[in-house]
């Protein structure tokens, strides 16, 4: 029957037990794992997501995938639930349950497709061993950053976001410069630390001796703190790449002097 860590926060717990109970009653489904925070469930605290991935026969998936907004409305009081079109994972079902508002995020997955992730989950309950089965037929790999893609446009980001702070369009530069820090700094500041690039997740904790030096690429709503912020998450850039580069890494010196000059140019007028 299905089985969960004693350690995760009992609002989790018993969202599970309920979960696990109602999905094993569904002959189409194959099994459940659990990735997310619950790898690490001490670490998880009363405002820590479930990530579940639901295995599916295959040949019940698209029946399955046009009913899953109500199988998740049977596995406890949900408030809310949409696709995760706008993350790239048509797949996948985010849902707020509650009282006590839960956050979980449901995968629906053709069993064999398990094979491809980007972490080991725990496998929760499963018919006859076939979840694991499937998992072992690959392994987890979480896409590692492409230091010469980001090279490549990352001076040209730099550019644009000093021209929207040179034209007062300061929300944009915000806007700009939270994007660098998601796609470029903080995926490299935990590359660098060994722990999954994941955007900004949890660099906190992965790289607490980083936290100052990212902090400084945080503006106010001011066209000389955004300038200056992105100064700062050129050095931060700068730094890291240095730390990680390879001799395969073509460095665009041209366009960085260019794309550096710049902002010290609009830098300048404030």
């Known amino acids: 029957m299905p089985a969960t860590s004693p350690d995760i926060p009992a609002p ?9 109970e109602r999905l094993h009653t569904d002959p189409r489904l194959v099994g459940v794992a659990a990735g997310g925070s619950y790898l690490t469930p001490a670490a998880m605290d009363d405002v820590s997501d479930l990530d579940l991935v639901i295995a599916v ?3 019940a998936y698209d029946a399955v995938l046009r009913e899953r907004e109500a199988i998740a409305r049977g596995l406890g009081p949900l408030l809310a639930a949409f696709t995760g079109d706008h993350v790239g994972e048509p797949r996948l079902l985010i849902c707020l349950y509650g009282p006590p508002l839960l956050h979980v995020d449901l995968k629906f997955v053709r069993l064999p497709d398990v094979a491809v992730r980007v972490e080991e989950p725990v496998v929760l309950w499963e018919r006859d061993g076939r979840l694991s089965a499937a998992l072992a037929a690959g392994i987890a790999r979480y896409p590692s950053p492409d230091l010469q893609w980001i090279e490549d446009r990352f001076w040209v980001w730099v550019h644009y976001a000093a021209g929207k702070i040179g034209r007062g369009e300061l929300f944009e530069a915000i806007d700009a410069l939270s994007l660098l820090r998601r796609l470029v700094l903080g995926p490299l500041a935990l590359l660098q630390r060994g722990a999954q690039p994941a955007g900004v997740r949890k660099l906190e904790q992965a790289a607490p001796d980083l936290v100052a030096e990212l902090a400084r690429t945080v503006p106010a709503y ?3 703190s955004c300038a200056a912020a992105l100064d700062a998450t050129a050095a931060s850039y ?6 990680l580069a390879t001799p395969a890494l073509v460095v665009n010196e041209r366009t960085e002097a260019a794309a550096m000059a710049y902002l010290e140019e609009i830098a300048a007028r404030f």
């Open 12 to 20: 989790h717990a018993a969202f599970l037990r309920a979960a696990l």
């Open 57 to 59: 026969e295959p040949d």
């Open 222 to 224: 001011d066209a000389e």
């Open 238 to 243: 700068r730094r890291l790449r240095t730390a």
